[in-house]
């Protein structure tokens, strides 16, 4: 019984979430169990997975390059009080 799936096996969306969300959850200040770290760190850590073989490292490439990651830096948009109170349907 084989468990573990292959790289090509595991869909590219869900190749490039996996590294969204690494990044995310190192470097969310908002999380009340741990502190962020910098984003040069998470990068180095993102790397280091890559070189086990955990991540896509052409996809890898793209995020880092591209700087995907300054994108999550853009604040949320905030609904006001009034859309709060009745969303849309």
């Not at 869909?11 to 969300?21: K, L």
């Not at 169990?33 to 490292?57: P, Q, W």
């Amino acid at each position: 019984m084989r468990l573990q799936t292959q790289g090509g096996e595991i869909p590219v969306q869900s190749r490039m979430m996996t590294i969204a969300d690494i990044y995310d959850a190192l470097t969310a200040g908002d999380r009340p169990y741990k502190k962020s770290i910098a984003t040069v760190e998470a990068l180095d850590i993102l790397e280091h997975e890559r070189r086990a073989g955990h991540l896509d490292g052409a996809l890898l490439d793209v995020f880092v390059e591209a700087k995907i990651y300054e994108q999550a830096q853009i604040p949320a948009v905030s609904l006001s009080a009034t859309d709060r109170r009745h969303p849309m349907r």
